[in-house]
């Protein structure tokens, strides 16, 4: 119980007590004045009577006095009681608009937080936002427009799809071939994926020409724009290119020319099935690689005589290492295909030889 409710509970035993008190004495109020009046007339008609009786009348006469204003002080009671409970309701009404108060004052205190917290949000983003307008202005400085390189760079889009096509059907192919076979394919997917890893990049970079008819001057297309005539530009812009696509080119025909020949790396698995499906993509890849500038590519076999190619110095990879009865001078792994370009005549091809 807090101090208000005690407060109040304490009032009103006190205002209870004086209300019986009171009603007490109003009762003794009208016996005594009985007995007072039938003693007064006894004393009247009495002749004697000594000191102690006298002073007995002299108390009586005051408590007579004081009789009649009973009532009134009753009366006063009565009010402040009614008073008291103003008292209390006030005190309570005062209570509550001290708690709303300091609600206030609290949720006022939340609002300072939150409004600090929208101003450093605010002032953050501001930020960024001149950071974004100050690149953006640097970056419009490179950007050139490319409208002469959409169609190439659409052709070129074509073939990187085609490209990405093989790479996640061998990868399907892997996932459901026998262990042995699958272990060889893998590894051969495994160094055509290093060989490709910029292919994603190169899309990207056509795509935004294709789309927007812009080409940002980053280091790689920088000397693409170095001409007056835009014809200048394509012709830079397929130089580039073609140098970029051909090293995809050549591990995608590793790829497929090792898979084509899968049976050599095993000892007893039939794999003709996938042997033929690999030969086909090397067709298509011959005739898809014409539409971006690669003319020709050397035709070299595994696992054959060395014919119209270059055999270099170096150590054979793994799954190539596991082939049996080869011959001397035969192919044993291919590391770069010949290809003729519209930039380059060269269709030398490099091989390690048995």
């Not at 009565?78 to 409970?85: L, R």
């Amino acid at each position: 119980m807090d101090r208000t409710n005690i407060s109040s509970y304490l009032m009103d035993t006190f205002m209870l007590i004086a209300i019986l008190s009171l009603q007490v004495l109003i009762v003794a109020y009208f016996v005594i004045k009985e007995f007072l009046y039938r003693r007064r007339k006894s004393i009247e008609e009495s002749e004697h009577f000594d000191n102690k009786n006298f002073k007995r009348n002299s108390s009586v006469e005051q408590l007579i006095k004081i009789i009649p204003s009973l009532e009134e002080e009753v009366a006063k009671l009565q009010e402040y009681k009614e008073k008291s409970k103003n008292y209390n309701r006030l005190t309570d009404e005062f209570e509550q608009l001290k708690k709303e108060k300091q609600t206030l004052l609290d949720e006022k205190a939340t609002l300072a937080n939150k409004t600090g917290e929208l101003e450093r949000r605010l002032q953050i983003k501001t930020k960024e936002i001149e950071e974004y307008n100050k690149s953006n202005n640097e970056l419009w400085v490179k950007v050139k427009k490319a409208d002469i390189l959409k169609d190439y760079s659409s052709k070129v889009i074509d073939y990187l799809n085609f490209c990405e096509d093989i790479l996640k059907e061998t990868s399907k192919e892997i996932e459901s071939t026998d262990i042995e076979p699958a272990q060889i394919m893998s590894a051969l997917l495994q160094q055509a994926f290093q060989k490709t890893i910029e292919m994603a990049k190169w899309k990207q970079i056509c795509s935004d020409i294709k789309e927007n008819g812009i080409a940002v001057q980053n280091k790689d297309l920088r000397n693409c724009f170095q001409y007056d005539k835009e014809s200048d530009h394509l012709a830079a812009f397929k130089k580039l290119l073609i140098s970029r696509i051909k090293p995809i080119t050549n591990a995608l025909l590793i790829l497929c020319e090792a898979n084509s020949n899968l049976s050599k790396f095993l000892e007893s698995s039939d794999v003709s099935s996938l042997e033929n499906e690999f030969k086909n993509k090397i067709t298509e890849i011959k005739r898809k690689v014409k539409e971006i500038g690669i003319n020709e590519i050397a035709d070299v076999k595994l696992f054959n005589r060395l014919n119209n190619s270059e055999a270099i110095d170096g150590s054979i990879s793994f799954p190539y290492t596991v082939v049996k009865n080869l011959n001397k001078d035969d192919v044993v792994e291919i590391i770069e295909f010949g290809m003729r370009t519209e930039f380059e005549v060269s269709l030398k091809t490099k091989v390690l030889i048995y």
